[in-house]
């Protein structure tokens, strides 16, 4: 059962029906409940007994007070609907109090009702007034009061009929609970139009190759004898039924190459008389093409895959879930028409239309809105979304909401993708098998209601399908069998797609990305940069090498560093160039906008990773690998002989780079340890690097940067298949090699931030901050105080900084101790996000306001890839206003109000990525229990 207080689920607390039935039938009809659990047991049966007897000696028997008790819940449920508490009822208890504190009759509780309801002058009283004017005694469990668990809607019935009782037995007149009903509001008169029947190509299945989509509720033998009776008038054969959806059936048939046209018109002349339903759609076979043509979209992406695939099975073999992720193969014909885009919301009456997050959290669905009785900091509260409302959308979703109060009366999603791909599990209901969640129990998980299938499948297969919009709601259409046992594999992708990782490029991005791979030039676009205004140089002569994690193939930076001869600095970064391929106005650049950035899984052997870019561009043409020519932007950084950093004479400009070299983190891990089959051919390259990023880490600890270090874990598959989770063994010196190139990210993208600002402020055009504000000081005493409660108090007179260096740096504090202080500091830091103004800086990295942006990542990171186009334009001799216009001319078209806006959407986008790492950990910490 759940607590009628909070509506939320009580374990340990159940409810039976008993009946007791004698030779005369039912003697005993009740719900019994049950209980271990102390705090929901209570001496109300007593107390119950004990109000009887008081009013047996005001003169009210028994006997009169139990009829008056039925007679109430009678007309709580015939009358108002709204009997339990879920309904927006008082409950049965409820009900029973009602009575029996109102002298243990129906009129005495009717004319409380009343008096509840209705001022002295007959004006009528909100729900809250009535609570204020009636207290419903509940002696033994929250609410205090039982008109507390009533709803507006339930309350504003029960004063109607109140009202009507009162009048009536004042006129004595008779009555019944016919009289006691509110009306429904008259519907709004429709002028008749004639609406054409659509006709759509229907896809043939087990030898069914036309299909009839009816408005119907017939069920059971209503249904078969509909099915019967359509099979007979059209003479198509037998028709075979199916429920998809509430309130729509399906009726499939064999045409056996019966004419379609004679076909459509029997159906429609079939239901153009009230004959069980309304016709909704006709689907036949499509017209047969002039000539088969070979579908060749993904063609040139398997290529490619195969070419620059390094580790793990080959692309082919991986599956098709891989190859639609990848965009090496488009869906099949007819499955990705777009949703058509749901009409701006119109405020209902006494309501209003708002913008803001959708989330799916803590088993529910939900968005937050303005709480206009809340006073303090947080004014907003969570406000449950209705399933019907709900569905498809995935969680950190900007949406618009038409709300009424607490009611939410409709909703619609802002420019992210509909969750069209999905993994479920076919379960049966009632005589149909639908496609339903995967994981079972937590409604927020369930991005659908249970869904029809367009094919036959069997009860506990999982399948991965395609979810398309039909007249009656949703169907799924099987894209991949994926047996009947959950796997660690299997749930990474539910929750990676489930999130709002894209499952397939759409056919359109496919074609601009291939086109893309069998045009590009890279020489003939540096020497047109040349030619114009802008700067651009040749540096395929310098040895530039790329250092990456194992399997990875979106390369997106290289560096070459060199030692001059007064012992100062040069470090070149080159970082891949994205907007020469992707430009705003292309299927490409729209479909990077909305995803937001690439979701990376743990599935290395299946889908390791849903891309923002489709991988012709992300792992080929931009992608810095060895042996290749590349467009890049260059940072030349320029460093003191002490590792200062000399930002004014460093320099950003495009360039043509050849990376000589491809290597891990593991390679140089193992060329510092002394290995001699470490297979890096550049080690001076690294031993430089190595010397003055340890010079920067000293300058960065200086400067007070947040330095953190957790215990890792990571989930890993077994040559058995079994996975599981370990720990990572620290290893000084791979963490080194990974703090090398983090370094050199941090100083280039310091670098390009001022040039981005002052291109983007000469331009009047924003560009993308990465804020990381600092926290206020009330936050830092919590801190304080928490800190000091596990030991290790953090001083008033002391940086976070400096108690962070000075908590790893003292022996005698246990490990675990200084684990959970560091992760109390790091819960206790605000988020970074991106903005349009950076007034804020940069608390982690220790930077002030207009210090740091992100334009380092373009192939994984919108934000970048956004940066690097309005920087590039000036780099080149063009407009970065002209570019920042034709962005947001996209992103109005995919219905963002404005910049700000389209940044909301962004940090969900993030947001939803950190969220499906940490549900999978949480699956594998179940998994590895099972």
Do not use: C
Not at 143 to 155: E, I, S, V
Not at 407 to 420: H, Q, V
Not at 528 to 533: L, N
């Amino acid at each position: 059962l759940s607590d009628p207080a909070d509506r939320k689920r009580v374990d340990g607390v159940f409810m039976l029906p008993v009946q007791v039935i004698g030779p005369s039938g039912v003697l005993v009809d009740s719900d019994v409940t049950f209980t271990g659990r102390p705090e929901y047991a209570n001496a109300y049966p007593e107390h119950f007994d004990a109000q009887l007897a008081a009013l047996a000696r005001e003169g009210v028997p028994a006997e009169r007070v139990l009829a008056d008790v039925r007679l109430a819940k009678r007309f709580f449920k015939d009358v108002l609907g709204s009997y339990k508490a879920w309904q927006g009822g008082p409950s049965g208890v409820g009900v029973e109090q009602m009575v029996l504190q109102s002298g243990g009759t129906f009129d005495g509780m009717m004319a409380k009702v009343y008096a509840a309801a209705y001022r002295p002058d007959g004006v009528a009283r909100g729900l809250k007034q009535a609570r204020r004017a009636w207290t419903v005694e509940n002696r033994f469990m929250a609410p205090a009061n039982f008109l507390d668990l009533f709803g507006d809607k339930a309350w504003a019935k029960t004063a109607y009929a109140a009202k009507a009782y009162r009048e009536a037995r004042a006129a004595g007149a008779a009555l019944t609970f016919d009289d006691l009903r509110a009306p429904a509001p008259a519907p709004t008169p429709a002028v008749p139009v004639k609406k054409e029947t659509p006709v759509t190509a229907f896809v043939a299945s087990d030898g069914y190759d036309a299909r009839i989509t009816v408005a119907s509720y017939v069920t059971g033998a209503a249904l078969d004898k509909l099915t019967k009776r359509l099979s007979r008038r059209l003479r198509f054969g037998r028709a075979r039924p199916a429920r998809a959806g509430k309130g729509v059936v399906t009726f499939d048939f064999r045409l056996d190459g019966a004419d379609p046209k004679a076909f459509v018109a029997a159906a429609k002349a079939f239901f153009e008389k009230p004959n069980g339903g309304h016709l909704l759609e006709v689907a036949v076979p499509a017209a047969p093409a002039a000539a088969p043509v070979a579908d060749t979209a993904g063609a040139r992406t398997l290529d490619m895959l195969t070419r620059f695939t390094q580790h793990g099975p080959a692309p082919a073999a991986r599956g098709d879930a891989y190859l639609y992720a990848q965009g090496a193969k488009a869906l099949p014909a007819g499955l990705e028409a777009p949703r058509p885009a749901a009409a701006p919301l119109t405020a209902p009456q006494n309501g209003s239309v708002v913008r803001t997050k959708f989330f799916r959290r803590g088993g529910r669905a939900y968005v937050m809105l303005d709480d206009p009785e809340a006073e303090g900091p947080n004014t907003q509260r969570p406000v449950k979304v209705p399933a019907k409302f709900a569905q498809g959308i995935v969680t950190d979703t900007l949406v618009e909401v038409a709300a009424s109060g607490k009611f939410i009366t409709a909703l619609r999603p802002i420019g992210s993708y509909a969750a069209d791909v999905v993994i479920g599990r076919v379960v049966k209901v009632g005589n149909s098998l639908l496609l339903g969640p995967l994981f079972t129990g937590d409604s927020a998980k369930a991005l659908y209601e249970p869904l029809a299938l367009s094919e036959t499948a069997k009860e506990g297969d999982i399948l991965q399908a395609f979810v398309r919009k039909t007249p009656g709601g949703y169907e799924a259409v099987p894209l991949i069998a994926l047996g009947t046992q959950l796997t660690p594999e299997i749930a990474a992708r539910e929750i990676a797609l489930r999130h709002g990782a894209r499952g397939y490029f759409e056919r359109a991005v496919i074609e601009q990305a291939e086109e893309v791979g069998r045009t590009q030039d890279p020489e003939a676009d540096f020497k047109r940069m040349k030619e114009s205004k802008g700067r651009a140089e040749d540096l395929r002569a310098l040895p530039f090498v790329t250092i990456d994690p194992v399997g990875a193939g979106d390369l997106d930076d290289a560096y070459y560093v060199s030692k001059e001869a007064d012992g100062s600095w040069t470090w070149y970064l080159a970082t891949a160039d994205v907007a020469q391929y992707v430009r705003p106005g292309t299927p490409a650049f729209r479909a990077a906008a909305r995803i937001g950035n690439t979701f990376y899984s743990v599935d290395k052997d299946g889908v390791p990773e849903y891309p923002m870019n489709h991988p012709v561009v992300s792992k080929s043409v931009s992608s810095l690998l060895a042996g290749k020519d590349s467009l890049a932007m260059v940072t030349k950084m320029r460093f003191s002989p002490e590792g200062k950093f000399l930002l004014e004479d460093s320099e950003v400009y495009l360039g043509l780079v050849r990376v000589q070299g491809r290597y891990t983190y593991d390679q140089v891990a193992a060329l510092w340890r002394g290995a001699k089959d470490h297979g890096i051919a550049h080690p001076e390259q690294v031993s430089l690097a190595r010397e003055l990023a340890a010079k920067l880490g000293k300058a960065d600890d200086a400067r007070g940067k947040l330095a953190l270090s957790f215990t890792e874990t990571r989930h890993v598959k077994g040559p058995d298949g079994r996975w599981r989770t370990e720990i990572v063994e620290d290893d000084p010196l791979e963490h080194e090699s990974h703090r090398l190139i983090e370094e050199l990210k941090v100083y280039g993208n310091r670098a390009i931030a001022t040039r981005l600002e002052a291109v983007a402020d000469a331009a009047k055009a924003p560009h993308i901050s990465r804020v990381h504000p600092h926290q206020e000081e009330k936050v830092d005493e919590r801190l304080r105080k928490q800190l000091s409660s596990i030991g290790v108090p953090w001083r008033d007179d002391e940086t976070l900084w400096n108690y962070l260096a000075r908590l790893k740096s003292a022996g005698s504090v246990r490990p675990e101790v200084r684990e959970t202080a560091q992760l109390l500091a790091l819960m206790s830091r605000a988020s970074a996000l991106y903005a349009a103004d950076d007034a804020e800086g940069h608390e982690g990295l220790a930077l002030d306001a207009k210090a740091y942006d992100h334009p380092s990542t373009p192939i994984r990171r919108f934000s970048d890839m956004y940066n690097r186009a309005l920087l590039e334009a000036h780099l080149e001799g063009g407009d970065a206003k002209a570019v920042h216009e034709a962005v947001l001319a996209d992103l109005k078209a995919l219905g963002f109000a404005d910049f700000e806006e389209y940044l909301a959407h962004l940090n969900g986008r993030e947001q939803a990525a950190r969220r499906m790492d940490r549900e999978f950990d949480g699956f594998m910490s179940v998994y590895e229990l099972a």
